[in-house]
C-alpha cells in the first residue's frame, strides 16, 4: 500500500457506492509540461516546474477529484534517449509509471516536430499495444495552421483514442482533459482521503522545493549534476520544523557558484525554499542549507532509493 494510502474498510462500504478511481501516467518528450499539467489537474503544486528540461527525476503522484471520481496522476520523468546511469532511472521510471497505469496520457509540446524523442515514445506505446490519450501542449504559443497539422499528423499513428488541445499554464482545456478521464476511470472505493493531494513524502517535497529553487537562480551557470537531499528533520513542540539539507554538487567550482559572494546566493536560495515550505506545509520551517563536494553522488544506491528509482546498471 502506498504511502499515506488508508485501507476502506467494510464499514466505509456505503460511502462508496458510485464512486470511480482511476490512474493515469502523464508521459512525454523533455520539457513537454507534464509536471505544469499535474499541477493543473491536483488544483495544488506538487511536483516542481522549470524551464529546464529533465527536470521532473521521480515518479510523483498527484491525486485529483472530479465529481465523484478520484484520479491518480502519475508525473514521470521526460523520455529520451539515456546516455548515464540517472538518465536510464529515470526513462525506466518512466516507462513503468504508464505500465502501472490504467490510462496513459501523452504530453506532447505543440512548438515542436514530431521529432526523435516523439518517435521513441510512439515506438514505445505502440509496442505496448495500448490506446493512449494525446493532450497537445502550449497551444497558446503556436499558430492554428501549425497546430492542426501536428494534431492531424500524430492522429495517423491511430496510437490514441481521443485528442485534446490544451495550454497546461494557462489551465486552456484542462477540465475537458480532467472530466474525459474521470469517464474512463472504473467503479472502485478512492485509495486515498479526499483531502490529500499526494503521497510524495514530506522530506522528499522539501528537496524539490529547494531542487526548483537551484535551478530557477542558476540554471545558466549549473549543469544537472546536482541533487539536494534532506538529512535531517526534527518537529519541534511548537509545531515548526528544523530542516536540514545538503545541496551536493560535483566540483569544487559549482560549490562557489551555489554559495556565492559572501555565502549570498545560498542565503537566498534558503529564503525562497523555506518561504515555500512554510506555505506548502502550512507551519513555520527553520531551514538550513549545506553544500556538499560529492563527486559521483549520481552512481550513489542510496541517492536512487530516496529519490524512488531503481539504480539502473
Sequence with gaps: MAAGQ??????????????????????????????????????????????????????????????????????????????????????????????????????????????????????????????????????????????????????????????????????????????????????????YPEDQISDITMRLLAAEITREKVYLRLHEELPYAITVETENWEDRPDGSVRIEQVIHVERDSQKGIVIGKGGKMLKLLGQLAREEMNENFDRKVHLFLHVRVTERWADDKTVYKDMGLDFVD
Design 6 to 191: 488508508e485501507k476502506i474498510t467494510d464499514s466505509d462500504q456505503s460511502q462508496t457506492n458510485g464512486t470511480r478511481c482511476g490512474f493515469v501516467a502523464l508521459i512525454g518528450a523533455p520539457n513537454a509540461g507534464k509536471s505544469t499539467l499535474l499541477n493543473q489537474l491536483v488544483g495544488a503544486k506538487v511536483a516542481i516546474v522549470t524551464h529546464k528540461v529533465q527536470t521532473t527525476r521521480t515518479r510523483v503522484t498527484g491525486i485529483g477529484l472530479e465529481g465523484d471520481t478520484q484520479l491518480v496522476f502519475i508525473d514521470t520523468p521526460g523520455i529520451f534517449a539515456p546516455k548515464r546511469r540517472l538518465d536510464r532511472a529515470m526513462v525506466s521510471a518512466a516507462w513503468k509509471g504508464s505500465e502501472d497505469a490504467e490510462t496513459t496520457v501523452l504530453v506532447v509540446d505543440a512548438k515542436k516536430r514530431v521529432d526523435e524523442d516523439i518517435k521513441r515514445i510512439l515506438t514505445g506505446l505502440k509496442d505496448a499495444g495500448r490506446k493512449v490519450v494525446l493532450a497537445i501542449n502550449k497551444i497558446d504559443t503556436v499558430k492554428r495552421e501549425k497546430l492542426l497539422g501536428l494534431a492531424q499528423e500524430l492522429n495517423g499513428t491511430r496510437l490514441f483514442s481521443e485528442i485534446f488541445m490544451i495550454s497546461a499554464l494557462s489551465g486552456d482545456g484542462v477540465p475537458d482533459l480532467k472530466a474525459y478521464l474521470a469517464g474512463l476511470a472504473p467503479e472502485g472505493p478512492w485509495m
